[in-house]
């Protein structure tokens, strides 16, 4: 863990002075502390806003690609107005504390609320005499690097406009860049941290961890998005070595395996996108009752936090009036032209599989689930589990003419959950199933091998199929 590098993160974003009704729009941008270049580390970064009280408005989780990420939020009504701090970091930059994080300014207007305490100046001069609306948009930029032009200085109304990027530097200007197109502040800024201010700001920040071997540490998320808790037995002692199943239900489902250590405790990364906000963790083995909890990673020391103290004077009146006309009408037609963007790209729960799709609504109909099994579903039924409970067995499909037969169970799930005991789902209403699917893949999983994986979600969907391993 010495050896590895640790980071740092830039976000540009559409602030720092927003207003309720706008959307805040950041690009984050998180880099190899010791070579200044896009991070191969952590696959996840988080965004945080938080106020004067040290509380966390919202706290995002993204996504990197490459050491990329990108989001964005909406600042309600209910937001007040006041000075806030916006936060960049991935888990493993909290080793180095609160000098290692991305600090910048923010400011939020909201007047629709009457509280405007926090933004008043208590006295008659200009606030701080950091009020020069010019400070943030006639900063001079070095353009050696890369340059923007245009082809006029004033357009009319829905006027094309040309724009055109230059390369001074060959491949060495290559690389990934925001570009915002914005009206003038009118307001002004208390601070603004460009990415030149970065570069200085941040220059010594630390290049590796300073914790020894005993010291707890924040665990770099190299492998995805990391899922963790506890398993104890009804007196509260330690439940080792039994295998846990993480299921995240849907159509999109992602199924993973893990296994208790000595401590009862138990990991896991989600590699895979998922669209759905609600995990369900169980003990595979129901042969007595467990209590799991699931890990909650150490906050940030906000105490240390500073804030710009921006106000607002009497001559800002007609400024925010302005814009917060302009809110309400962009707002006012938001249902006639709402939001395109795709939310995220398609997952494939099946990994490439084809599953063979039966629909039930073909055939006679059956009232259990079993029964329908026997009667439509060809290469899968229930086997007699001896002493055990029965389970479901999906039919090999053999690839060579001496391949090893196996007496594996397949597993079930449920509108993407896993079902440990098939007998519970026996006399399952199947007039419910629109279709069934199947492939007959062998599959291992947690350290146990199973013979098809059995998919039944909600009325619409229910499926045999395929999932990660």
Known sequence: MKKLPQEKVYMDHTGPVLFAGEYLYYALYCFNAQSNKLTNI??????????EEREVV????????GGLGQGDFFVSANVPSGNYKLLGYTQWMKNSGMDQVFQ????IINPYLADQSKLLSNTDTDPNGIRDPKSRDGRFIDSSTVSLSIDKIRYAKREKVKLTLKNYKGYLGNGAYTLKVRSREQLGSA???DAASYADAYFNVEKQIKQRVGDSLFLPEQRGELFFGTVTAQDGSPVVDKPVVISIPGKEFLLKFSRTDEDGNFYSYLRKDYKVATAVVQVEDESAQYNIKKGALGNLDLSTLTFSGYTLSEKDKEAILARSVRNQIENLFFQVKPDSILQ???ID?????KP???FLDDYTRFPTFEETMVEIVPHAGYRNGGKGNDFVKVAQDYETYDETFNDFSSIILIDGVFVPNHEKIRTFDARTIEKISLIRDKFRLGGKDYQGIVLRGDVQQYVFGNTCP
Do not use: C, I, Q, W
Not at 42 to 51: E, G, K, T
């Open 191 to 193: 601070s603004f941290m």
């Open 349 to 353: 729960p099946f990994d490439g599989g």
């Open 356 to 358: 063979e799709t039966l």
């Open 104 to 107: 910048d300014d923010m400011v």
């Open 344 to 346: 995220g790209r398609p």
């Open 42 to 51: 952590s696959r996840l970064a988080y965004v945080a806003l938080v106020n």
């Open 58 to 65: 919202f706290e995002h989780k993204l996504k990197m690609d």
